[in-house]
Structures are given as structure tokens and as C-alpha cells.
């Protein structure tokens, strides 16, 4: 849980962070309790204000970049009836086939924007129908993170924003709104889902409940602020064409602007609604990139975290400086971030995490080295599926915890071939959603107008030509290595295992 204040002017006075939980009840299964990420959000919003040293009368509105495709069952009062369900939650996979069997894969893009997959809430609103339909019945309305958090701030019947609903997956991305084929078709009633609203408008107020529980004051305007992607995406000024945003946080992946709706040929790609209104946006989604290497961090790195801890430092910063320790190429390993699934452009939800080449040779430095290469190789995939479309890619921005370090941010230029751009705000998202919030009080006449505010070129790295060929190399055999494994089912006999 990320939080942070910005003045009018685009620059960021306070930033706070909080981890929280995450629960697998099951191997596929991933979920998140409500009210510890409430706590958390409570925790960081009282911080924020405290650092930043302002009255919280001083604060004009209040906005939110949430995950997408995350949901909630909620009752007629508003209530959550189970945990939030996780978009890395894969028990759906027989209910994707069902989707398959009803819509057919290549109609289902065709309206969704969406590959069939379980990333999306769709089929886990099917697993929910056919598992639980006692709960089905009881569920007034799926809502989405978003819409959660807003109805815990005051917001009254909160709504779904576009940039963020489509992840629900019954979305008509064309028309922008909840699609009859698709509701009808799977039997879904179209009152269960949420109402739709634009980015950047201005819902309710906080209450006073939610005013005691944060410390924000009651009656401040709350926003609705799109997905974390798209704000990121705004975060970092791609408003226009010809801009492409690359996000390492939990997930990733990249975001280029459209001004109209585009599909990729073959699936790869996804198109959904821009928070900039009346604009879309192609985007290639990693299922667990950065959660990857918080794997590791948490799992194989307890010494680097008790010295960062002792030393007052980032454990991420330790583990930077051993994998900058290893060569391009971290001594023949090959990392593949799999641990969720394989996201765009092979949308293949069985697939594993892989790190393969280990000798007695091998040093965590070279593990440390292969896991960020390996996520930078997992993205380029995604650059390689638009460059097929004919989109022109000059320079990617970077944001998320990746941006956060210089010598990630080299290994990204050098592995795509393009310079990586660092803004003055590295969280962009934070930035995205407080565009929003300024658009929602009219601060701004449109995001557009909010990232010329927001958006600072800070630092430009380079692509390296004497690394470049050798990162074409490992990108051929990450392609290989994948598709020997999938074509061969060595995931789904490592999953019946």
C-alpha cells in the first residue's frame, strides 16, 4: 500500500508504504484480506500527513490507483462478502474453458480486449456461480478494488471507473459499456455489476467514519482514478502517441497510448480504456515480475534483509548492488518469473517459474543478476509483439520499484535496445491518480493538461551496443526454453506432481 501527497504543481511532497499479507489458500489461489489492506491504507494515509507535516484541511482531494481485476463479492449494504479474490488467483481454468466453449477465444477478444484468462475476475465470478451458488445469489454487486476502497471512504453505491473496470472482463471495450453478449451469454445479471463512470470524477466525500479511521478530514472530494497501469501510464506522460510506459511493481509491463481501439493479431496484447477520456491503450501484463524478486527477497535472502534492516537501508538496494557483481548474462543463467503464470503475449496460465543453467559455478550474484535480467526478458516479449503491430518505440518510461535503481533501469535499455527514461516521480501511478484527483476538483481541464504539470525528465539511460548482442542471444533462448516447455506439458506435469 503506497500513499503520497502532491502539490498543485506536479511535485511530491510525502510518500509512505506499508506491505500487507497476501493468503494462498490453495496452490493456485491467491487472496488478500480487506481489512488488513484497509489498516494498511489507514496506516500510510496517517503517516503521509503526519511527514508532510500539513493539515489535512489543507488537502483537496483524495484518489486512488488500484489494482485491476481484483474483486470482491458485496452484499446490498455494501459489505464484502469474502476477501478480495487476487488477479494472479488462477482456480479458473476449467471456467476459461467454458468462456471458450460459449464465446469462442477470438469473439471474446474482440469485445473484452481481453485474452481468455483467469488473470481477468470474469471466470472467477464463474468459479464463484458453479462453487458457491449460495454466495452468487447473495453478491449484489462484484466490485472492484476500487470500488471497495471508495465505499470505505464514504462513497455511497460506488462505481466501477472505465480505466478500471475492464479487468472485470465484461467490458465492450469499443462501446464502453457492460456487454449484453457477454453478461447473457454466461449468465451473468447485468445488475450484479457495478455502475460505470470516466476517470477523473469527482463521486463523494469522506465520511466522518473514514475521516477518524485515516486522518484525512471529512467532506474532502474522492476521485476515481483508474487502474494502476493506466495511471502509471499518466504518471509518466504517456498521453500521446508515440509514448510507452514500462511498469516493474507487483506485476508489470508496458502501456502504449491509442487514440482508438486496436487488437492485436494474435491476442498478445491487450487494448482497454485510457483514464484519459476518450482514449485507449495496448498493454502486455507480466503476472508477477516484481513479485518475482520480492520472492526471493523473502524466501532465499533473509540475510540481506536482516542487514538492510540493521544498516537502515532497502533490501532491494543489497541485492542490487551483488547482482551488479555478476557480467551481463549472470554466468549463464536464465531466469524465467513465471511464479503466477505466463501473462502477454503467451497468456499460458500454467507456466512456472524456471532458473536454469546452474553449475557449481554459480553465485547469488549471479541468481541476484538473473532474476532482473529475467524480468526485463519476460517484458521484451511484449515490446517485440507491438513492434509486429508497426508501433514505433523510441524510448520506454520506467516506473514502479524498478525505476527506483540506476542500474536496473541500464539493464532495461540495454536489453531492449531504446533508452529507459527515469521521471522526477518514480511511482507513477501515485502520480496518474493524483492527475485524476486534480481533473476530478477541475484543478485541470484533462490529464493531458495534469501530466505537463506532473511529468520531469530526470535521467536517461543509454542502451550499452557491446551488451546489446548478447542480450539478443538470451532473448532467443528465453523464447526457446519457453516454448520447449510449454509444447512438451512440462509445466502441467510439474503441476500434477
Known sequence: MKAALFSPEGHQTAYCYKEYGVVYPNPSWVEQPIESMWDAQCEVTKQLICQSGCSCQDIAAVAISSQR????????????????????????????????????????????????????????????????????????????TQSVHLHQLGVENPPSDLADAGYMGLLDVDQLTWSSELLDGLGIPLEKMP????????????????????????????????????????????????TVSLGIGSGGGILIYLESPLRHPEIGLNCQPHVVRGSWEMEGICLASGASFKWYRDVLSQMEKETANQRGLDAYDLLNEAAAKSAPGAGGLLFMPALAGSGAPHWYPQAQGVLLGLTLASNKNDINR???EGICLEIRAMIEAARRLGIQIDEVRIWGGAAKSAFWNQICANVYGVPAVKTAIPEA????????AGVGIGLYRDVVEG???????????????AVRSRYDEMFDLYQTIYHTLKDNRVFERLSMM
Open 370 to 372: 538473473a532474476i532482473l
Open 429 to 436: 501511478g501515485l502520480a496518474g491518480a493524483a492527475i485524476c
Open 451 to 465: 501530466a505537463e504539470h506532473f511529468v520531469r525528465i530526470e535521467e536517461r539511460f543509454e542502451p550499452d551496443p
Open 69 to 144: 481485476a481484483t474483486f470482491a463479492p458485496i452484499d446490498k449494504f455494501g459489505n464484502p462478502l469474502t476477501d478480495f479474490i487476487g488477479w494472479q488467483d488462477a482456480r479458473s481454468i476449467q471456467q476459461c474453458d467454458f468462456i471458450k466453449k460459449t464465446i469462442g477465444s477470438q469473439r471474446y477478444y474482440e469485445i473484452a480486449g481481453l485474452p481468455v484468462s483467469p488473470t481477468a475476475a470474469l471466470s472467477k465470478i464463474l468459479w464463484i456461480k458453479e462453487n458457491n451458488p449460495g454466495l452468487f445469489d447473495r453478491t449484489a454487486t462484484f466490485g472492484t
Open 195 to 242: 455502475k460505470l463512470v470516466n476517470s477523473g470524477e469527482c463521486v463523494g466525500e469522506i465520511s466522518s467514519k473514514a475521516a477518524a479511521a485515516t486522518g484525512l478530514a471529512a467532506g474532502i472530494p474522492v476521485v476515481t482514478a483508474g487502474g494502476d497501469l493506466q495511471c502509471g501510464g499518466a504518471g509518466l506522460g504517456i498521453v500521446k502517441p508515440g
